[in-house]
């Protein structure tokens, strides 16, 4: 695929024209990677609309009335400051949530006759669209292009693939997180720490995307100084990848510093996490939630056996990035939003949908089945997409958060 051109941080209207010439001329290529890609999410979303029809559940209000989008919103009308008062005495502040999707929103929806509750949903269902297109960018650089369409479409058919057209962060941030890391593995250092400072803005799991640019800058830094290259010439010659590296956590960094201040405490925001129940324990939660499934006083073998295997599905496809040697950037994302989704303490259900926009772990799944024949890898594709559809049904029209 036709890689966006270099531009600079805050780009001229000459310099935006050039970003957006070879996306154009990219689109038709991507057009089979976003055509798998709806036809997956529009499975799920048949599914979830037959299932509500049966529940008398309204659909929408099922992908943007509810949970999280819900505080999105609030923050959407009235800014931050609101606090959830908890019967046992707990609060719950909104500072918890990073601004992007609630400033899009409260955009859209006072440009557009639209409420800030469709805008969320029109926000996630573009930034999923872009997210594909991402994926199907790096696939396709990494393995191919058919290895790029099938990633994308695997990416669609995750069971957390539901959340994808919610009023969520997920899309948002994995549209940004993949065309950083696209341009990090073409050399557009600057656009990638651009796109990693506004990811910085959208959801603290941009901090695995940081840690991504970070270590393939100093590969890239390290291999020159042990070619020989002095640091003085490094420096000069390696301007660009240098700012992007310093780009990258600015917003990250300025939306902690925001929260520190409110709180008056260099640790706001973790003291925030926390007040939500969710503090970093390196997974002992985890292994105390699986341990109760096993042998807790209410077990359940069967929930405690299928979680087992999936995380050892997680840990396998890690060691297949690994051992196929993808590019410093993928492994190291993939690595940190894993890690990320199971060092903390918080609600259990919510882990499997914080590891959605860790999509390169699809990759040692995808470039395989790019030699498959047409036919069986569509009926793969599509009978994996009829059991996640199926599972994002039922887990929406559920009663606990996703």
């Known amino acids: 695929m036709t890689a966006l051109s270099r531009t600079d941080p805050v780009p001229s209207p000459s310099t935006a024209r050039r970003l957006l010439r070879p996306l154009r001329a990219a689109a038709p290529a991507a057009a089979p990677a976003l055509a798998a890609y709806a036809a997956v999410r529009l499975t799920g979303l048949l599914l979830l609309c037959a299932g509500a029809a049966l529940a008398d559940e309204d659909p929408l209000h099922r992908l943007n009335g509810r949970w999280d989008s819900v505080w999105y919103q609030r923050i959407a009308r009235d800014g931050y400051g609101f606090e959830a008062r908890l019967p046992d005495g707990g609060v719950h502040p909104d500072l918890a949530f990073f601004p992007l999707l609630p400033a899009l929103e409260r955009s859209l929806a006072a440009a557009s006759p639209l409420g800030v509750a469709e805008a969320g949903l029109l926000v996630a269902w573009v930034s999923s669209f872009t997210a594909a297109w991402g994926v199907y960018a790096v696939g396709a650089h990494v393995a191919g292009h058919r290895a790029g369409v099938l990633l994308a479409a695997l990416w669609g058919a995750l069971p957390t693939g539901f959340v994808q057209w919610m009023a969520y962060t997920e899309s948002l941030f994995t549209a940004l997180a993949a065309w950083s890391l696209h341009a990090c593995l073409t050399g557009r250092w600057r656009t990638a720490g651009l796109l990693a400072a506004v990811a910085g803005l959208c959801r603290p799991t941009a901090a695995a995307l940081i840690a991504a640019l970070g270590a393939a800058g100093a590969a890239h830094l390290a291999a020159q100084v042990r070619g020989g290259a002095p640091v003085g010439t490094l420096l000069r010659r390696d301007r660009r990848l240098l700012t992007g590296l310093l780009l990258a956590p600015l917003g990250w960094f300025a939306y902690l510093a925001y929260v520190g201040v409110h709180e008056r405490s260099p640790f706001g925001y973790f003291r925030v996490q926390a007040a939500w ?35 050892g599905l997680v840990g396998l496809l890690l060691w297949l990035c690994v051992r196929r040697r993808l590019q410093l950037a ?73």
């Open 277 to 311: 129940g969710n503090q970093v324990d390196g997974g002992a939660a985890l292994a105390a939630f699986i341990g109760g499934l096993l042998t807790g006083p209410w077990p359940s073998p069967l929930g405690g056996a299928a979680l087992c295997a999936a995380l």
């Open 330 to 402: 993928l492994v190291t994302y993939a690595c940190a939003v894993v890690a990320l989704s199971l060092v903390g303490s918080a609600y259990f259900g919510s882990r499997p949908r914080l590891m959605t926009p860790a999509f390169p772990l699809l990759l040692p799944l995808a470039a395989p089945m790019a030699h498959w024949p047409v036919r069986r890898a569509v009926a793969v594709v599509g009978a994996v997409a009829l059991v996640s559809g199926a599972y994002g049904a039922v887990a929406l029209l559920g009663n606990g958060p996703p």
